[in-house]
């Protein structure tokens, strides 16, 4: 990959405008948010005064507890940015625009990845302070320790996820077929894994992402060795996209 090749403002701002103008796509982003603070506050109004551990027996991981479902939103907004990409001939006008495919596949990625980790960070900050306005006595501060990790590592998390879903969009060239196959893997391979290869679950992309939201290790992983493992899973699928938009016919 050469300097000729990196992104330039026209094609960031072109793959910009294409997000801004989908409602589908916008409208996954805007669900991170609103998911993710929406169930966290809920639950913790509904039972975070009820007793200590009743969220979670990690106070800090279930300070976050609405990101399992705002991942879902996270996936299906990496999947359906790369998507469109792929239906009507869509890719064939994009190339024609911009020939070079590592400047397109670039640009599309860091557009989906600023976004991505702008509606993450607004996301983690509000989940947390929402969240534990309601949970009393077993209430959380910004000044406790990790709190602050956690608040920022949310945030890459759930940008990871996207551009995991994205890469694999770019590879497959479906959304459709991403989201069936990704959501139920994050959410229920983990555990099945975990229980039949002795805790390898661990290093599935969600388990090891959400270790830097947790108050304390679990197992090998620390907080940050978790996230870069979850970040070796979304550059192994971004790189098979890139090879597969580099050598497949439009």
Do not use: H
């Not at 669900?31 to 639950?43: E, N, Q, R």
């Not at 507890?65 to 990496?78: D, L, T």
């Not at 900050?125 to 608040?151: I, N, W």
Request: charged letters at 10%; hydrophobic letters at 55%; proline letters at 4%.
């Amino acid at each position: 990959m050469t300097t000729a090749a990196l992104p330039t403002a026209p094609v960031l701002r072109s793959e910009w405008l294409k997000i801004r103008t989908a409602r589908s796509i916008l409208g996954c982003l805007t669900a991170v948010f609103g998911v993710t603070v929406g169930i966290t506050a809920l639950t913790a109004a509904a039972i975070g005064t009820a007793e200590e551990g009743a969220m979670g027996t990690d106070p800090l991981l279930a300070a976050f507890y609405g990101i399992n479902f705002g991942q879902i939103a996270a996936i299906a907004f990496g999947a359906t940015a790369l998507a469109g990409e792929f239906r009507d001939g869509a890719l064939r006008v994009s190339l024609t625009a911009v020939p070079d495919r590592t400047r397109f596949y670039l640009s599309k990625v860091t557009v989906v990845a600023a976004l991505a980790f702008l509606v993450g960070q607004v996301t983690g900050l509000v989940t947390f302070v929402s969240g534990q306005a309601f949970m009393g006595e077993y209430a959380l501060g910004l000044g406790d320790p990790g709190t602050l990790r956690a608040v920022f590592g949310s945030g890459v998390y759930l940008m990871l996820m996207a551009l995991l879903a994205a890469g694999l969009t770019a590879l497959v060239r479906s959304g459709t077929l991403v989201m069936s196959l990704l959501i139920p893997f994050v959410l229920i391979v983990p555990f099945v894994v975990g229980q039949m290869v002795g805790g390898a679950g661990r290093f599935m992309p969600d388990r090891a992402g959400q270790a830097v939201m947790r108050m304390n290790a679990e197992g090998s992983l620390g907080p940050w060795t978790g996230l870069g493992v979850a970040a070796l899973w979304s550059l192994a699928a971004l790189t098979a996209g890139w090879i597969a938009v580099r050598r497949r016919d439009a």
